[in-house]
């Protein structure tokens, strides 16, 4: 029988470490709004969930970066989030304040425009807008975390044309990105503690392959 390598060994602790720790500190970066959602009724208190989601932006910008460097080579998890969060967070927190303003708008208007005879018509509007922003957001915190140095114009410009130009891949994203949510409602201590990086680790590969135009990668054959 033959044995394990140890490069092996080593491989598979690298990637279950990066899962832990990012989980750790993906936790530690957006304390204030996992607090809220456990302890409260979204529904009731999505304005004090508006003004402390921004904050989470740069976390996620920050597990971006970590997800790339380690795919070069780098596994000191802790200390590649920590400077990349140093590094984007101003414009993480303003991309991250747009897509929640734009959420709050576009949300806003469903629950004015559900009751109304109009809303049959401006409702699934509202919806496409709110997957658009959605999947426009995750591509802009990839974006980000390849190119801190980009303009916000740029980056927005172009998270928002490549998340429509490759809205499939945008789409699944989304629905890991729900998927992580419902087990987040189930059983949040999983949902935070192991699925919360494989779910952004996918949304990020998605994000990543979306913005092949402009990063200049290469095509590869298969996707």
Not at 112 to 139: E, I, M, R
Not at 161 to 168: D, E, G, K, P
Request: charged share 10%.
């Amino acid at each position: 029988m033959k044995r394990i390598s140890h490069n092996t060994y080593a491989t598979v602790f690298g990637v279950v470490y990066l899962g832990l720790m990012t989980n750790l500190l993906l936790l530690a970066s957006c304390l204030p709004f996992v607090i809220l959602l456990v302890i409260t009724d979204p529904a009731l208190s999505w304005p004090l969930l508006a003004v402390v989601a921004p904050p989470c932006a740069p976390g996620i910008t920050a597990a971006f970066a970590t997800f790339r460097a380690h795919g070069e080579g780098d596994n000191q998890v802790v200390r590649t989030f920590a400077r990349n969060w140093k590094r984007s967070w101003r414009k993480a927190m303003l991309l991250g304040t747009a897509a929640t303003a734009g959420l709050v708008i576009v949300l806003v208007d469903v629950r004015f425009f559900a009751p109304l005879q109009a809303g049959v018509a401006v409702v699934p509007v509202l919806a496409v807008l709110t997957v658009l922003l959605l999947a426009s957001a995750l591509v802009a915190f990839a974006a980000l975390a390849e190119e801190p140095r980009a303009t916000f114009r740029a980056i927005a410009r172009a998270a928002l044309y490549l998340s429509v130009r490759r809205w499939w891949l945008s789409l699944v994203s989304l629905a890991v990105i729900a998927l992580q949510a419902g087990l987040f409602v189930t059983m949040p201590a999983i949902a935070i503690g192991l699925t919360a990086a494989p779910a952004l680790y996918l949304a990020w590969a998605n994000a990543r392959y979306i913005l092949r135009p402009v990063l200049g990668d290469p095509e590869p054959q298969t996707v």
